[in-house]
């Protein structure tokens, strides 16, 4: 079944590390999004790429980072710099251009927790 | 720039009651309109979504939604709830020709189905 597939579920990151989030799909879509959910907030857009080798920056990019080197993966790195990173991360993938029957593919998410 | 709200973080209804979940939206031209639902720890699934044509919109699991321009709403409904349809829903909006731009989500709302 094609999908979008998000590691680790679970992770724990100590003050002043960089960790990565590994997204990714079989879907054959151009396009991936990360957002981020916070309670209260609903799901702000951190960076989106709509093809391979370009990226941009959404509406929270500070203390991320992001690469497009294939098709399929689309890794989130949250660095140092991002002073309250503990949230839920998700990963998107629309349809390709065309009839759009069911909007987005997400994933599972990955919940992501400062010690 | 485009904008959603959920004006209620919380919906109470009876098991077998007719529910609404409200959502407005803020867009330049014409909206491409989407609900989600999301259970815990989990990433979102497409409820159902409006481009053009009847103003009501049928969806999955029973859900259905109306499209009101004059009123900029894309409120969710459901005849009658059941206890499984307890979850975070997001409504979402883009402009109809955005290309693939970011769909925009609202803070998103509880439902609690009380058996």
């Known amino acids: 079944d094609g999908g979008i597939t998000q590691s680790p579920k679970y992770l724990f990151r100590k003050e002043g590390q960089n960790v990565t989030l590994s997204c990714e799909q079989n879907?054959?879509?151009?396009?991936m999004y990360w957002y981020r959910q916070d309670p209260g907030q609903g799901l702000r857009l951190i960076y989106y790429s709509q093809i391979v080798n370009d990226f941009q920056k959404g509406d929270i990019a500070e203390g991320y980072s992001v690469s497009r080197e294939k098709k399929e993966s689309f890794p989130l790195t949250v660095t140092s710099a991002q002073k309250n990173p503990t949230a839920f991360y998700l990963c998107?993938?629309?349809?390709?251009?065309?009839?759009?029957?069911?909007?987005?593919?997400f994933g599972s998410g990955t919940r992501l927790t400062v010690v | 720039a485009q904008s959603v709200a959920q004006p209620e973080d919380q919906v109470n209804v009876a098991e077998g009651n007719p529910l609404t979940v409200k959502c407005t939206y803020s867009v330049s031209g014409n909206p491409y309109l989407f609900w989600y639902v999301q259970y815990p720890n989990r990433g979102l699934q497409f409820l159902l979504k409006?481009?053009?044509?009847?103003?009501l919109v049928k969806g999955s699991y029973g859900f259905e939604a109306e499209f009101n321009k004059s009123q900029t709403s894309f409120h969710l409904k459901k005849p009658s709830a059941l206890v499984s349809d307890s979850a975070l829903y997001f409504c979402?909006?883009?402009?109809?020709?955005?290309?693939?731009?970011?769909?925009?989500f609202g803070k998103g709302t509880r439902l609690s189905v009380i058996a």
């Open positions: 998107a993938s629309p349809p390709l251009t065309g009839p759009v029957d069911y909007g987005y593919t």
């Open positions: 979402a909006v883009r402009a109809l020709n955005s290309g693939n731009t970011p769909l925009v």
């Open positions: 879907l054959n879509h151009d396009a």
């Open positions: 409006y481009i053009t044509g009847d103003n």
